[in-house]
Nanobody, 124 residues
Framework: QVQLVESGGGLVQAGDSLRLSCVAS????????MGWFRQAPGKEREFVAA????????YYADSVKGRFTVSRDNAKNTVYLLMSSLKPEDTAVYYC?????????????????WGQGTQVTVSS
């Protein structure tokens, strides 16, 4: 079992930056690839970014590539999402999740453990 708690969300203006954090507790954090997803009102939850257990592999949605950076600190049991050049369309609840198995990084079905989410609102 892994418990995940996100933080760092808030209200920002377009063009601003924000860093989200996700702290894990429970079983060995470093053995899990981690992902970030987001869900806007009335829309399905969508993939944002992911990182392998060793940080050697990172994955991004096309909509955030070049603006968002995912990283992790296994010593602190924490995964981060640095979001730059934010746009109003980035407004959503952001969730971190722990991946299990060999499925694709891009699907919610590959992730077994989820945080409660943190709201990010970008005003124009």
């Amino acid at each position: 079992q892994v418990q995940l708690v996100e933080s760092g969300g808030g209200l920002v203006q377009a063009g601003d930056s924000l860093r989200l954090s996700c702290v894990a507790s429970g079983r060995t954090f470093s053995s899990y690839p981690m992902g970030w997803f987001r869900q806007a009102p009335g829309k399905e939850r969508e993939f944002v970014a992911a990182i392998g257990w060793s940080s050697s592999s990172t994955y991004y949605a096309d909509s955030v590539k070049g603006r968002f950076t995912v990283s992790r600190d296994n010593a602190k049991n924490t995964v981060y999402l640095l979001m730059s050049s934010l746009k109003p369309e980035d407004t959503a609840v952001y969730y971190c999740a722990a991946k299990i198995g060999s499925g694709t990084y891009y699907s919610t079905s590959s992730y077994a453990y989820w945080g409660q989410g943190t709201q990010v609102t970008v005003s124009s």
